[in-house]
């Protein structure tokens, strides 16, 4: 059933209208919800939630003119009321996380948690300098290093030559090496 039947029908028999309305669409809401509340409500929690979103868009739509289009409207609606709900389910059951919980996931023995933090620390640095560099060097860095596109591509968005990009991003190059050699950072 499309969004004007659907529409056509709630103002006929708003009855078999809500009907056809929860039909179409409670697989839809019900995805949208499940998503959001997957990781702090219950089963029974969602489908509170889902039947309060079919309120509010039954009476949103006794109240506004949509002109067929349902599907965003619901969409909206669907979320916010999923967010609410997990804002107040997450101050209902807590949100932290206890050692002795089987959900509680302890470092692998592989795991280098002072390698992890060094190398944090290290990447935060590295970002603030490339950001030093200021525009359109620190866009060409960026673009080039960490989203491996060509100088071509890089010049479409910073309007350049591509000719231009390459000669920035070496002379930005040689820069940033020598800001990192500043801050203790060396390769």
Do not use: H
């Amino acid at each position: 059933m499309t969004d004007n039947e659907i529409s056509v029908l709630l103002e006929q028999s708003p009855d078999k209208g809500r009907r056809a309305l929860f039909d179409e669409y409670c697989n839809y809401v019900y995805a949208i919800v499940a998503g959001k509340l997957r990781s702090c409500g219950s089963r029974e929690d969602i489908e509170e939630c889902v039947s309060d979103v079919f309120a509010d868009v039954y009476r949103f739509l006794e109240d506004n003119d949509i002109n067929g289009n349902i599907k965003p409207v619901i969409g909206v609606i669907a979320k916010r009321r999923a967010i609410d709900a997990f804002r107040r389910l997450s101050v209902r059951y807590g949100r932290s996380v206890s050692i002795d919980d089987d959900d509680f996931r302890e470092p692998q023995s592989d795991e280098r948690i002072d390698v992890y933090a060094e190398n944090r620390d290290r990447n935060r640095i590295i970002m603030r300098k490339i950001s030093e560099l200021g525009e359109p060097d620190s866009t060409i860095i960026i673009q080039q290093y960490f989203y491996n596109r060509t100088a071509k591509e890089i010049a479409k968005t910073v309007s350049l030559t591509a000719g231009n990009v390459q000669k920035r991003s070496s002379r930005a190059r040689e820069k940033l090496r020598s800001l990192l050699l500043e801050s203790g950072i060396s390769y």
